[in-house]
C-alpha cells in the first residue's frame, strides 16, 4: 500500500481521475494533511464517504517512528526507524532567521568519501518520497513549529537517488503543502554530472551545493572516489553551465582537513578554479570521527585560507558548526542505531 505523504498533487490528480472523481480534490486532501494534520481518512468530510473508503484501500497515512530525540541548545537530531527496520537521522537547527531541517536522502551511502562517517554504511535503499518528507512532519509536530528551510544533507547522496528526490522537492514546495520555498531548500551533492544537467532544465529554484573539497584531481581522487569518474574540469564546466541555465549562485562545500586540503597552494588553486564564476565558497570545519584518520584545521589555519580565497576576489564564508556534541554535525550521522 502506498503512502499518501509520497504523493506529489499531479500524483493525487492522476489518482482521483483514474477512480472517475474530479482533479481538485488533489488540493483538499493536501489541506487535510498539511494544513489540517488529519491523522485519518474518516477526517476529509468534504470529500464523500466512498472517496474515503476507496482512499483507505489505496493509502495508508503512517508517519516515521521516532526511535530517538537528542537535544543540545541549538540543534536537535532525530533517529527514525524505516517500516523494515533500517535506521536514518535528521538534524534540527535553530538560526536567528528560522528552524532548518537537515534530512537524510538514503539508508547508507555509495559515495565513499574517505573523510566522511555516513559512508562507512553502504547504501542500503534509497528513501522513498514520504520517508523524507516525513522527517520533516515529525520534527513540526514534536517542537510544534515550522520549519521554514531544508538541507538535503544528511545521510546519502541526493542526486543517487534523483526521481524520489524530485517528488520530495515537489511536495515541500507545493504552497498547499509544506510550502517551504524553492530558495530555502539546498540540495548538496558529490558532484553526479549527467544528475546535475537534469536537475538544471527542471527550472525549479533550489540552492545548490557542491561538495568538492579538493582543488586538484589527484587529491580530490584521494578523498573523494567519484572524482575518478567526474573530473573537477568536467564538473567545473557542468557548473559554469548549471549557471548561465539557471541563472543561480552555486555553493561550493570545501571541508577543511588539517594539512591535506588546507594549505595556501591548495587555496590558490581553488580561487584560479573558481575565478570568475558564480559560485561562493562555504569552509567547513571538519568534524572529527572516532573512526577516521582526519584532523579537524586550527581555527588560525581556517582564517588564512578564508583570507587568500577573499584577497583573490572570490565570495567566501565559513560555515557556523552545529550539534558537534551530539554527533549531529556535517559527516556525523550514520544509519545506526547505537
Ligand atoms: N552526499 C551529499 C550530501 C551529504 S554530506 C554530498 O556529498 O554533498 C553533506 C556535507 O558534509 C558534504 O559537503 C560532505 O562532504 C560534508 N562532510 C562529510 N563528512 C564531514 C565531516 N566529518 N565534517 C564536516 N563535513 C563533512
Known amino acids: 500500500m502506498r503512502n499518501i505523504y509520497g504523493e506529489t498533487i499531479q500524483d493525487l490528480e492522476k489518482y482521483f481521475e483514474s477512480i472517475g472523481e474530479k482533479k481538485f480534490k488533489a488540493i483538499q486532501v493536501y489541506e487535510w494533511l498539511y494544513e489540517k494534520k488529519a491523522t485519518s481518512f474518516d477526517e476529509f468530510?468534504?470529500?464523500?464517504?466512498?472517496?474515503?473508503?476507496q482512499l483507505k484501500k489505496d493509502y495508508c497515512l503512517d508517519k516515521l517512528e521516532v526511535k530517538k530525540r537528542q537535544v543540545d541548545n541549538l540543534t536537535e537530531k532525530y533517529l527514525f526507524r524505516l517500516e523494515d527496520n533500517e535506521f536514518i537521522e535528521a538534524v534540527l537547527m535553530k538560526h536567528d532567521y528560522g528552524l532548518s531541517v537537515c534530512v537524510s536522502s538514503e539508508v547508507g551511502c555509495n559515495m565513499g568519501c574517505a573523510f566522511c562517517e555516513s559512508g562507512r554504511l553502504k547504501k542500503v535503499r534509497n528513501l522513498l518520497p514520504h520517508e523524507i518528507v516525513l522527517q520533516i512532519m515529525a520534527i513540526e509536530e514534536i517542537i510544534g513549529m515550522r520549519i521554514s528551510s531544508v538541507v538535503i544533507m544528511g545521510i546519502g547522496?541526493?542526486?543517487?537517488n534523483y526521481d524520489n528526490i524530485i517528488k520530495f522537492i515537489k511536495i515541500i514546495n507545493h504552497p498547499k503543502g509544506i510550502a517551504i520555498g524553492a530558495r530555502h531548500i539546498t540540495l548538496s551533492t558529490c558532484g553526479l554530472i549527467p544528475k546535475i544537467k537534469n536537475l538544471s532544465k527542471l527550472n525549479i529554484q533550489i540552492n545548490l551545493a557542491?561538495?568538492?573539497?579538493?582543488?586538484?584531481?589527484?587529491?580530490?581522487?584521494?578523498?573523494?572516489?567519484v572524482n575518478k569518474v567526474y573530473s573537477i574540469s568536467d564538473l567545473i564546466s557542468t557548473l559554469?553551465?548549471?549557471?548561465?541555465?539557471?541563472?543561480?549562485?552555486?555553493?561550493?562545500?570545501?571541508?577543511?582537513?588539517?594539512?591535506?586540503?588546507?594549505t595556501q597552494e591548495c587555496a590558490i588553486e581553488l580561487a584560479k578554479l573558481l575565478k570568475g564564476m558564480?559560485?561562493?565558497v562555504n569552509l567547513i570545519p571538519y568534524n572529527e570521527t572516532s573512526h577516521l584518520k582526519f584532523k579537524k584545521s586550527s581555527k588560525e589555519r581556517i582564517l588564512k585560507f578564508y583570507d587568500t580565497l577573499k584577497k583573490q576576489g572570490i565570495n567566501v564564508t565559513i560555515r557556523k558548526e552545529f550539534g558537534s556534541k551530539i554527533s549531529a554535525a556535517c559527516g556525523q550521522l550514520r544509519s545506526k542505531e547505537v
Not at 468530510?45 to 473508503?53: H, Q, T, W
Not at 547522496?157 to 543517487?160: A, C, M, N
Not at 541555465?245 to 562545500?253: A, G, K, S, Y
Not at 570545501?254 to 588546507?262: H, I, K, Q, T
Request: no cysteine; charged share 30%; hydrophobic share 35%.
Open 210 to 225: 557542491i561538495s568538492l573539497h579538493a582543488p586538484n584531481d589527484t587529491l580530490r581522487n584521494e578523498l573523494m572516489p
Open 45 to 53: 468530510s468534504n470529500l464523500k464517504k466512498e472517496v474515503r473508503e
Open 157 to 160: 547522496e541526493p542526486l543517487d
Open 240 to 262: 559554469k553551465e548549471y549557471i548561465a541555465i539557471t541563472n543561480r549562485r552555486v555553493t561550493i562545500e570545501y571541508v577543511m582537513l588539517n594539512m591535506v586540503n588546507d
Open 278 to 280: 558564480n559560485v561562493y
